[in-house]
Protein backbone atom coordinates (compact mmCIF):
# COMPACT_ATOMS: atom_id res chain seq x y z
CA UNK A 1 0.00 0.00 0.00
CA UNK A 2 1.00 3.16 -0.73
CA UNK A 3 0.26 6.48 1.07
CA UNK A 4 0.06 10.27 -0.49
CA UNK A 5 -0.27 13.63 1.95
CA UNK A 6 -0.54 17.04 0.41
CA UNK A 7 -0.20 20.36 1.93
CA UNK A 8 -0.10 23.59 0.89
CA UNK A 9 -3.08 24.85 0.04
CA UNK A 10 -5.20 27.44 0.76
CA UNK A 11 -6.59 31.14 -0.22
CA UNK A 12 -4.69 33.22 -2.03
CA UNK A 13 -5.14 36.82 -4.03
CA UNK A 14 -4.38 36.71 -7.62
CA UNK A 15 -1.14 37.51 -8.24
CA UNK A 16 0.44 35.81 -5.14
CA UNK A 17 2.12 32.39 -4.53
CA UNK A 18 1.42 29.29 -3.21
CA UNK A 19 3.67 25.73 -2.38
CA UNK A 20 2.08 22.48 -3.03
CA UNK A 21 3.80 19.79 -1.14
CA UNK A 22 3.18 15.85 -1.30
CA UNK A 23 5.15 12.81 0.13
CA UNK A 24 4.38 9.42 -0.50
CA UNK A 25 5.12 6.59 1.92
CA UNK A 26 4.52 2.78 2.03
CA UNK A 27 6.25 -0.38 0.81
CA UNK A 28 8.04 1.63 -2.60
CA UNK A 29 10.73 0.24 -4.76
CA UNK A 30 9.97 3.05 -7.27
CA UNK A 31 8.45 6.25 -8.44
CA UNK A 32 8.24 6.46 -11.65
CA UNK A 33 6.28 10.11 -12.39
CA UNK A 34 5.27 12.04 -9.24
CA UNK A 35 2.69 15.14 -10.15
CA UNK A 36 0.20 16.78 -9.86
CA UNK A 37 -3.44 17.15 -11.15
CA UNK A 38 -6.14 19.72 -10.60
CA UNK A 39 -9.81 19.54 -10.99
CA UNK A 40 -12.03 23.01 -10.46
CA UNK A 41 -15.79 22.83 -10.17
CA UNK A 42 -17.69 21.01 -13.22
CA UNK A 43 -14.88 20.49 -15.20
CA UNK A 44 -12.57 17.06 -15.30
CA UNK A 45 -9.30 16.70 -13.70
CA UNK A 46 -6.53 17.90 -15.93
CA UNK A 47 -2.83 17.61 -15.29
CA UNK A 48 -0.77 20.55 -14.30
CA UNK A 49 2.59 19.42 -14.18
CA UNK A 50 4.84 15.99 -13.97
CA UNK A 51 7.88 14.97 -13.01
CA UNK A 52 10.00 11.81 -14.14
CA UNK A 53 12.36 10.06 -11.70
CA UNK A 54 15.25 11.19 -14.35
CA UNK A 55 13.77 14.86 -13.76
CA UNK A 56 11.97 14.83 -17.55
CA UNK A 57 8.69 17.42 -16.77
CA UNK A 58 5.84 18.18 -18.26
CA UNK A 59 3.27 20.77 -17.74
CA UNK A 60 -0.04 22.28 -18.88
CA UNK A 61 0.38 25.03 -21.31
CA UNK A 62 -2.16 27.07 -18.81
CA UNK A 63 0.83 27.03 -16.16
CA UNK A 64 3.62 27.19 -17.98
CA UNK A 65 5.79 30.19 -16.96
CA UNK A 66 4.69 30.32 -13.62
CA UNK A 67 4.33 27.37 -11.77
CA UNK A 68 7.62 24.86 -11.15
CA UNK A 69 7.69 21.22 -10.25
CA UNK A 70 10.28 19.68 -8.13
CA UNK A 71 11.03 16.25 -7.01
CA UNK A 72 13.61 14.88 -4.04
CA UNK A 73 13.62 10.90 -4.87
CA UNK A 74 15.32 10.01 -2.09
CA UNK A 75 12.72 11.08 0.08
CA UNK A 76 9.77 10.32 -2.23
CA UNK A 77 8.34 13.88 -2.21
CA UNK A 78 7.11 16.14 -5.03
CA UNK A 79 6.40 20.05 -4.77
CA UNK A 80 4.45 22.43 -6.94
CA UNK A 81 5.50 26.19 -6.45
CA UNK A 82 2.61 28.12 -8.00
CA UNK A 83 3.43 32.19 -8.93
CA UNK A 84 1.45 34.45 -10.91
CA UNK A 85 -1.72 32.88 -9.27
CA UNK A 86 -4.63 33.49 -11.40
CA UNK A 87 -8.81 32.93 -10.49
CA UNK A 88 -8.82 29.65 -12.84
CA UNK A 89 -6.34 28.40 -11.22
CA UNK A 90 -8.71 27.47 -8.36
CA UNK A 91 -9.45 23.98 -7.76
CA UNK A 92 -8.44 21.10 -6.14
CA UNK A 93 -4.88 19.83 -6.44
CA UNK A 94 -4.14 16.13 -6.34
CA UNK A 95 -0.99 14.68 -5.68
CA UNK A 96 -0.29 10.95 -8.02
CA UNK A 97 2.52 8.95 -7.71
CA UNK A 98 3.02 6.14 -10.64
CA UNK A 99 5.59 3.19 -9.75
CA UNK A 100 6.54 0.11 -8.67
CA UNK A 101 6.02 -1.07 -5.13
CA UNK A 102 5.46 -4.62 -3.21
CA UNK A 103 2.84 -4.76 -4.57
CA UNK A 104 3.32 -4.38 -7.97
CA UNK A 105 2.95 -1.77 -10.31
CA UNK A 106 0.82 1.38 -8.20
CA UNK A 107 -0.98 4.28 -9.74
CA UNK A 108 -2.15 6.26 -6.50
CA UNK A 109 -3.64 9.89 -5.71
CA UNK A 110 -3.76 11.80 -2.77
CA UNK A 111 -6.61 13.04 -0.68
CA UNK A 112 -6.39 16.41 -2.49
CA UNK A 113 -5.98 19.98 -1.40
CA UNK A 114 -7.68 23.17 -2.09
CA UNK A 115 -6.39 26.04 -3.90
CA UNK A 116 -8.79 29.11 -4.15
CA UNK A 117 -7.58 32.55 -5.76
CA UNK A 118 -9.54 35.37 -5.14
CA UNK A 119 -9.26 38.55 -7.01
Known amino acids: QVQLVESGGGLVQAGGSLRLSCAAS????????MGWYRQAPGKQRELVAT???????NYADSVKGRFSISRDNAKNTVSLQMNSLKLEDTAVYYC?????????????WGQGTQVTVSS
Open 26 to 33: GSIFSIYT
Open 51 to 57: MSNGGST
Open 96 to 108: NARGLGSIGKFDY
